[in-house]
């Protein structure tokens, strides 16, 4: 895996693959964080109620080691995982992809199972754009508030990004730096003496 960046999708899309009678919508989207996931999947379940499964995996973190999975009731190992496997074949994090079935009436067995969700997450991640994107960290900066505009001068000369900032008579700034240019940037800031940085 690259060090400097990492692979998602650039927007949510939908696929849909029929085998039997039996309908398979597979959700893709870009994913922030677990709770994002949770908001997503309570909005699929109140979209599709008559729905018998909602499989899903999904991929979170840069380092690729936040994942999970889920059957919702399919046979062990018939859904989940084919879902997570697309995603691995493409190398992506911080994507999600819910898989909503509606059930035909002929069983598919596990085999047909397998190749259905598989099948539909790759028709999913086939018709979104695969974009690069660089892998940042997050810091926390403290500073008297005259140095504002020298801060703010390095934050956009190495392209990072400012989260969130609070100012007062002090400033505290979250910003994410990419990971290519982290060495420089605490260096550049260090040199200023009163501001304080702290890895989140």
Known sequence: MNEEFYYTIAQPVVAEFKDRGSRFLAYAYPLTSVDDFKAKMKLLKEEHPKAVHHCFAYRLGVDGNTFRVSDDGEPSGSAGRPILGQI?????CNVLVVVVRYF?????????????????????LQTTPIIQKQIEVNYQL????????DVMIIVKQYNCTVIKQEQNLFCDVEISIPKNRLEEVLFKLGEMHTVETRKL
């Open 104 to 124: 035909g009436g002929t069983l598919l067995g596990v085999p047909g199972l397998i190749n259905a969700y598989r099948t539909v997450t790759s028709l999913a």
């Open 88 to 92: 691995d074949s493409k190398q992506l």
């Open 142 to 149: 403290h500073f008297d508030y005259t140095r504002m505009n």
